[in-house]
């Protein structure tokens, strides 16, 4: 079993930055890819951004140049950091954890997934 514990969602106004973190418990996560969702009311779960084991990283057209996605294999912690924040960002953000090291977009391809965090963009 493995737990994943998002924070650092919040309010911020446009332009602003975030860093969301996600902390894996129960075991490692070192050799699987993590991913970030985000999804907003009445709409589907999204791809984000995802980081393979051996941390090459994608992203959604819509956050190049503006977010990243990180990992620390010692802490067992995936980061995403956001800026240039837009009010189209406003969402619920979700980490995921992947069947395998490979990442990918679909939310099929991860088996365990954190609460969410809100993330609020006013303009």
């Known amino acids: 079993q493995v737990q994943l514990v998002e924070s650092g969602g919040g309010l911020v106004q446009a332009g602003g930055s975030l860093r969301l973190s996600c902390a894996a418990s129960?075991?490692?996560?070192?050799?699987?890819?993590m991913a970030w969702f985000r999804q907003a009311p009445g709409k589907e779960r999204d791809f984000v951004a995802a980081?393979?084991?051996?941390?090459?990283?994608y992203y959604t057209d819509s956050v190049k140049g503006r977010f990243t996605i990180s990992r620390d294999n010692a802490k067992n912690t995936v980061y995403l950091q956001m800026n240039s924040l837009k009010p189209d960002d406003t969402s619920v953000y979700f980490c995921?954890?992947?069947?395998?090291?490979?990442?990918?977009?679909?939310?099929?391809?991860?088996?365990?997934w954190g609460q969410g965090t809100q993330v609020t963009v006013s303009s």
């Open positions: 995921a954890k992947a069947r395998s090291p490979i990442a990918t977009m679909t939310t099929y391809g991860y088996d365990y």
């Open positions: 129960g075991r490692t996560v070192s050799t699987n890819a």
């Open positions: 980081i393979t084991w051996r941390g090459v990283t």
